[in-house]
């Protein structure tokens, strides 16, 4: 089944403890992104990728770092977690960019930092 | 920053009632407007991608469509059932995926 998967779905951490959330999509994508969504905001774009080692920043990447060394995998790096990391997190994909693809969601990481 | 607006923010509405929500732009500078379905719980599913002025598509009871130059895209829900209720989010696509915050539609029996 074509999917985008996310690990862990629901993580409870302390401030300052690093994490990592997976991100894994099975149908050969070169685009992968990843977003926030808090409440009254629209998802916001954290970082994205082109392709296998090409990333950049989205709008609101402070505090977040990733890594793009397979095609398939986009993990999302909090090295310091604060508070204001609290959020719903979505990677997503699409087989590339530039003319309109469809993203791909994955199933979202409910993230609260305390 | 492009704002991507979506309204209203939410609606209840009965069985069987049609609807629709209206997501607005300040820009025709873009290559296609995304619909998406989010259910709670789940991701965001694309309804539609929509590419030109006077753009049309339709999936079931489900329509949307597209003006650029008035900066403004309509989605048309015909006949709403409890299983339509999500929040539906439009994006526009340029050189990143900009989403406005959503239409929360719930639709009781």
Partial sequence: EAQVTQNP??????T???????CSQNMNHEYMSWYRQDPGLGLRQIYYSMNVEVTDKGDVPEGYKVSRKEKRNFPLIL???????????????????????????????????? | ILNVEQSPQSLHVQEGDST???CSFPSSNFYALHWYRWETAKSPEALF?????????????????????????????????????????CALYTDKLIFGTGTRLQVFP
Avoid: H
């Fill in chain 1, 79 to 114: 090295e310091s977690p604060s508070p204001n990391q609290t959020s719903l997190y979505f990677c997503a994909s699409s087989l590339f960019w530039g003319t309109g693809e469809t993203q791909y969601f994955g199933p979202g990481t409910r993230l609260l930092v305390l």
């Fill in chain 1, 16 to 22: 300052g403890k690093k994490l990592t959330v997976t």
């Fill in chain 1, 9 to 14: 779905r629901y993580l409870i951490t302390v």
């Fill in chain 2, 49 to 89: 991608v929509m590419t030109l002025n006077g753009d049309e598509k339709k999936k079931g009871r489900i329509s949307a469509t597209l003006n650029t130059k008035e900066g403004y895209s309509y989605l048309y829900i015909k006949g709403s059932q409890p299983e339509d209720s999500a929040t539906y989010l």
């Fill in chain 2, 20 to 22: 629709n929500f209206t």
